[in-house]
C-alpha cells in the first residue's frame, strides 16, 4: 500500500484541506471525504472531534501494531534504526495527548 500517515493536533471543527505535490499543484484524495464550497472549488473535509477514552486507546493500539511492524520489515530488510531516525527519538502516542 502507498501513502503516509501523520499524526498532527488539530481542534475541534469542520476543515478543508488541498495537498500540494511538487510545490504546485492542487490536488484532493479522492478516496477522502470532499465538499464544494461557494466558489465551486472541490476540497477535502474533515471533521475533527474529541476521542473518548475507548476511541484513544483503540488508536494507540494501532500506532503500537504499525511501529512493530515497520521494525519487523527493517529487520527483516537488514536495516537497523536507519537513517532517518534520530537516537532516542519517540514515536509513541501517549493516550494523554490523544484527549487533548
Known amino acids: 500500500m502507498?501513502?503516509?500517515l501523520g499524526l498532527a493536533?488539530?481542534?475541534v471543527g469542520?476543515?478543508?484541506f488541498k495537498f500540494v505535490l511538487n510545490g504546485m499543484i492542487w490536488v484532493v484524495d479522492p478516496g477522502a471525504p470532499h465538499a464544494?464550497?461557494?466558489?465551486?472549488n472541490t476540497n477535502n473535509a474533515l471533521q475533527v472531534r474529541?476521542?473518548?477514552e475507548e476511541e484513544a486507546n483503540a488508536l494507540a493500539e494501532r500506532a503500537a501494531a504499525s511501529a512493530l511492524a515497520r521494525s519487523q520489515v527493517d529487520a527483516a530488510e537488514g536495516s537497523s534504526s536507519g537513517d532517518d531516525d534520530q537516537e532516542g527519538a519517540d514515536d509513541s502516542i501517549d493516550e494523554e495527548d490523544l484527549m487533548d
Open 2 to 4: 502507498e501513502g503516509f
Open 50 to 52: 474529541l476521542m473518548d
Open 36 to 40: 464544494t464550497d461557494a466558489d465551486r
Open 14 to 16: 469542520d476543515w478543508r
Open 9 to 11: 493536533r488539530i481542534p
